[in-house]
């Protein structure tokens, strides 16, 4: 979905980590080595690393932004180029597919009707969008848990440390192309 964007990523990293699908990742790697495509990376291990790892990676990218995405999430093809121009936007903030306010019960997911339009919530997941440098801040603290919370505490501390909120991505209902879920 990534190589089909308007606007294509500088670089790619796939991550896998002890992952049920493995054979079939392995499969994908080797034809991704194949075809001598240099933007795309791949990183793959035997320990479960938990949520956080993508995160702790994350440190290492010399991009601009980061879009981190989780594998059950695949991005419409005009979803990079809508959310950096949103970015830019009086709305800068972290960004994200679905989430939630932590005073209600009510759960937020982009692409569905009550979503075509930008929501400020206290936490996202699914994909997360931000600026490279706001990664670091995340790990200022340290969690309440290793295992999950990664979502939480990204948001928590882009606010905390740098006042910056958290959005809900919108879609056009009318445009398929700009939902991040297909």
Not at 23 to 44: D, G, P
Not at 95 to 105: C, P, Q, V
Not at 106 to 125: C, N, P, R
Request: aromatic fraction near 16%.
């Amino acid at each position: 979905a990534f190589l089909k964007q308007s606007h294509p990523p500088i670089e790619i990293w796939v991550c896998v980590f002890s992952s049920p699908n493995e054979i079939e990742y392995k499969s994908l790697f080797e034809q991704i080595k194949a075809s001598n495509v240099t933007h795309i990376k791949t990183i793959m291990g035997d320990p479960q690393l938990s949520y956080w790892a993508r995160f702790q990676l994350a440190l290492q990218v010399r991009t601009p932004y980061i879009i981190i995405v989780d594998d059950d999430c695949v991005p419409g093809s005009t979803f990079v180029e809508s959310v950096f121009y949103m970015m830019h936007t009086d709305y800068h903030g972290l960004y994200g597919i679905k989430g939630n306010r932590y005073s209600e019960s009510k759960f937020y997911i982009s692409g569905h009707s009550q979503q075509d339009y930008l929501q400020q919530v206290d936490v996202v997941g699914g994909i997360w969008v931000a600026k490279s440098q706001w990664i670091k801040y995340m790990f200022y603290e340290e969690p309440i848990s290793w295992l999950t919370g990664e979502d939480s505490q990204f948001s928590y501390c882009l606010k905390k440390y740098l006042n910056l909120p958290t959005f809900i991505y919108p879609s056009d209902n009318n445009k398929p192309e700009t939902k991040p879920i297909n």
